[in-house]
């Protein structure tokens, strides 16, 4: 094989690609003439590698996670891997079932960065060092032609607009998915700064800011906070009177009235859609310091989201109102949300822990066995974690596998300790669970005491489950 004459082949059409899926189509299509292998292009999109380019095989995986297979491993690493024998290799990610060895390299760009992976994969004999040296060398030249192209391919707004979607139907509470719509408008309109306002039986209300709001939303949020419900009860009603609204980027044109708060607050650009039924919904603006003209794709993505966060939300508030319909939980014999809604509103700061307590893998459960058999890890898990806790401690059932233990402790790490008692009981029982910890601050309300559990729960989650975390005090 003459790895010079494939090198030259295979780049000889790069500098005339002129998008960066079409650099890697032409590399995948000439290196295949040459390589009698499954050869593959992964690029970093979003958060996961998709699959760009690729020939010699019946199906590949679209997109891949950046920590799963081969490729996942070497685009972490940033290093070549060379697998003569891919059964020993538990990394290894089945397209054929004949593929014996892989060869897979970073696709760098100019700085040395991984933005993706080159992988070849044999079914027969061959010569993987040479292969290694000749794949790094086009991976290298494929690299700086597609950041000369301006980079790996971006998500459409399309899909930017379904990802959002799921994470807004997944969110635990309103605060989470007020926080999810926003970081959504923003993203999918490619605006600055977004808001919600939502109507509520005291009036229109703000819905919760972003985590770190950025200066224009700031400013509008205090803006609108001082123009006073009655300036936001008719910016809602002209929304759901006359539908969406945008500005058209043109300067030296006056807004209406209802709108002076924005352009007091800096805003040059703005999209308004109505969310929700115009008896109890609200309004999502997005808004941007630069004039701008957005376009109807825009809007109507942005309406499009609007209505999946009124969908959920709506969601969200039904299941709350069942809960605290339920006095106790007839599965279990716990106290459920009534009670522990009384009992929390009453916590002491630095003193009263609440444990978020959730199941692992408890969706499995009901999937493989039935919900008969889910039932009874509740009723099981119940019992364990009631016997591991402290004469006086409380544990209530507060969603179908969520528990959240209310204790009184004299230091924080008295708290953590019981935590991994219950986790240790779990265990003894076959089962796993994940465990957040928080204690009430002064002046915080019940609510955020429980989020910042939660928020601690979910980090354990993310970090493998079967743990504990303690939420910063």
């Not at 494929?142 to 790996?152: D, E, H, S, Y």
Request: net charge neutral; proline share 7%.
């Amino acid at each position: 094989m003459d790895h010079q004459r494939v090198i030259r082949d295979v780049t000889v059409r790069l500098p005339m690609a002129s998008t960066a899926a079409e650099a890697c189509q032409w590399t995948v299509t000439a290196l295949a003439r040459h390589a009698p292998a499954t050869i593959s292009v992964l690029l970093q999109v979003h958060d996961g590698l998709r699959c760009v380019a690729a020939t010699g095989s019946w199906q590949v995986y679209s997109t891949v996670p950046p920590d799963t297979g081969i490729v996942g491993r070497v685009y972490a690493s940033g290093r070549t891997a060379v697998v003569p024998d891919v059964a020993a290799d538990p990394d290894y990610i089945p397209v054929r079932p004949d593929v014996t060895s892989e060869v897979c390299v970073p696709v760098l760009d100019p700085a040395g960065r991984p933005i993706g992976v080159l992988d070849l994969q044999w079914s027969e004999p061959a010569d993987l060092v040479a292969w290694r040296d000749t794949a790094e060398r086009l991976a290298g030249r494929l690299g700086a032609r597609i950041v000369a192209l301006g980079g790996p391919p971006a998500e459409s707004r399309s899909e930017k607009l379904l990802r959002h979607a799921a994470a807004l139907n997944s969110a635990p509470t309103e605060w989470d998915l007020m926080h999810a719509a926003i970081t959504a408008a923003r993203d999918v309109s490619t605006l600055s700064a977004a808001v919600l306002v939502l109507a509520g039986r005291q009036g229109p209300r703000l819905g919760a800011p972003t985590a770190a709001p950025g200066d224009l939303e700031s400013r509008i949020r205090a803006e609108l906070a001082e123009a006073g419900p009655e300036t936001l009860s008719r910016m809602i009603s002209l929304a759901h009177r006359y539908g969406a609204g945008y500005t058209l980027g043109e300067a030296g044109h006056p807004p209406t009235d209802d709108h002076a708060p924005l352009t007091r607050a800096g805003a040059r650009t703005l999209v308004a859609v109505p969310v929700g039924p115009s008896d109890g919904g609200g309004l999502l603006l997005v808004a941007d310091e630069r004039l701008l003209r957005p376009d109807p794709t825009t809007v109507n993505l942005v309406e499009l989201l609007a209505g999946q966060a009124w969908n959920a939300l709506d969601r969200l508030r039904t299941l709350a109102r069942l809960r605290e319909q339920a006095s106790s939980d007839p599965l279990t014999g716990l106290r459920h949300t009534g009670p522990f809604g009384q009992r929390i509103a009453a916590a002491t700061p630095g003193r009263t822990a609440l444990l978020a307590i959730d199941v692992d893998g408890f969706k499995n459960v009901n999937d493989t066995y039935g919900h008969q058999a889910g039932d009874r890890v509740l009723v099981g898990l119940a019992r364990a974690l009631e016997g591991a806790l402290r004469h006086g401690d409380e544990l209530y059932r507060i969603g179908g596998d969520e528990f959240v233990a209310v204790i009184e402790v004299n230091r924080p790490e008295e708290a953590v300790r019981i935590a991994e008692r219950l986790t240790e009981a779990a265990r003894r029982i076959g089962r796993t669970i994940s465990v957040g910890v928080a204690l009430p601050r002064p002046g915080e309300s019940p609510d955020l005491t429980l989020r910042r559990a939660d928020q601690a729960l979910y980090r354990v989650k993310r970090e493998g489950r079967d743990g504990v975390h303690l939420s910063a005090a």
